[in-house]
C-alpha cells in the first residue's frame, strides 16, 4: 500500500490535518520570508508568540494575520516568554479575546532566560487553570515521562516533549524517555524544541512522535524557506518509516538480501 498522509491524519482539537509539520513564525527577516517558509513546510498550524508578535493588539503595526489569515491556516497562540503560570494564563486569556474565541494553545512555562527550560510546576500550575477555562492546551514540557503523564491526566489534548534546548538544535538527546512517553500517551505526542535538520525530524517520526513543531530549524538556516521544504519532506519520511516497521536489528548476523539456493556449485 502506498503510503498517503491524507489517509494517516493528525488528529488535534477535534480536527484533522494531513501536515504533521507544525512550523513557528519568529525569527525570519520580515513577514514576506514567514509566509514563504510556511508555504514550503506544508503545515497547516502555525504558532505565534502573542507576546512578540502582532496578531491586532497592535493596530498601527503590520500583522501576521495579513500573510497568515485564519482561513488558511490554524494558529496556535503560545506563551513564549512567559516564567510563571499566572503570565501564561493571562496571554492566552488575551489571544482568545483577539482571536475571537479561538480555544486552541500551545503553553509554555519558562524556568530560566538562559536555558529555556520549562518550568514544570507552574506548567501543570497553568494546564489546570487553561483546562478548567475551556481551552484545548497542548503544552510544552520536559522529556520526563510522568509529568508528561501528568499533564494529559490534567486535560492537555497534546503533550510536547523537548528534543534538547530551545533553539539549541541539538536533536533528540534522550530517545529513550520519548520512547517511554510514546508508548504511555493516549494523546499525540509532538516533539517540540531542538531540532537543527531534517534528519533530527525524520528520527522524532521514526520513534512514533506524531507529529514536530519547529521554528529556528527553519528560521536560521541560511535558506529558510529551502529548509521548510526539507524538513516536510523529513516528517513525511520518518512517519512512513515508522508506519512500515523497520526491520530488527541484528548484531553480528549477517543475512543475504539475496537467495542463496541455485548458485553455482550448490545443490
Known amino acids: 500500500m502506498k503510503p498517503n498522509e491524507n489517509l494517516d491524519p493528525l488528529l488535534l482539537g477535534g480536527k484533522t490535518y494531513s501536515s504533521r509539520l507544525l512550523i513557528g513564525t519568529g525569527k525570519y527577516r520580515d513577514f514576506a520570508e514567514t509566509r514563504a517558509a510556511v508555504e514550503a513546510s ?37 506563551t513564549a ?7 501564561a494564563v493571562r496571554t492566552l ?3 482568545r479575546e483577539l482571536l475571537d474565541g479561538h480555544d ?9 532566560p538562559h536555558t529555556l527550560y520549562p518550568n514544570v510546576v507552574e506548567t501543570l500550575a497553568a494546564a489546570k487553570t487553561l483546562v478548567n477555562d475551556g ?14 503523564k501528568q499533564l494529559e491526566e490534567i486535560g492537555c489534548i497534546a503533550v ?3 528534543a534538547s534546548l530551545i533553539g539549541s538544535g541539538m536533536g533528540i538527546l534522550n530517545p529513550w524517555n520519548l520512547q517511554i512517553i510514546i508508548e504511555n500517551a493516549k494523546v499525540p505526542v509532538v516533539v517540540d524544541a531542538g531540532v537543527g535538520t531534517a534528519s533530527d525530524a525524520a528520527i522524532a ?3 512514533g512522535c506524531d507529529a514536530v513543531l519547529m521554528n529556528t530549524a527553519v528560521a536560521a538556516a541560511k535558506q529558510p524557506v529551502l529548509m521548510a521544504e526539507a524538513m516536510k519532506l523529513a516528517v513525511q519520511a520518518g512517519r512512513a518509516a515508522f508506519r512500515a516497521g523497520r526491520m530488527p536489528k541484528k548484531l553480528y548476523s549477517a543475512s543475504p538480501s539475496s537467495p542463496t539456493g541455485g548458485m553455482i556449485g550448490k545443490a
Open 42 to 78: 506544508g503545515a497547516q498550524i502555525v504558532t505565534v508568540a502573542i507576546r512578540r508578535t502582532n496578531i491586532g493588539q497592535n493596530p498601527d503595526e503590520p500583522s501576521l494575520l495579513d500573510v497568515l489569515p485564519p482561513s488558511q491556516y490554524t494558529l496556535l497562540p503560545n
Open 81 to 87: 516568554g512567559c516564567y510563571s503560570a499566572d503570565d
Open 93 to 95: 486569556r488575551l489571544a
Open 104 to 112: 486552541l494553545v500551545k503553553l509554555e512555562v519558562l524556568g530560566d
Open 135 to 148: 481551552f484545548k492546551v497542548m503544552v510544552y514540557t520536559s522529556d520526563d515521562p510522568i509529568i508528561a
Open 160 to 162: 510536547m516533549p523537548l
Open 205 to 207: 517520526m521514526e520513534l
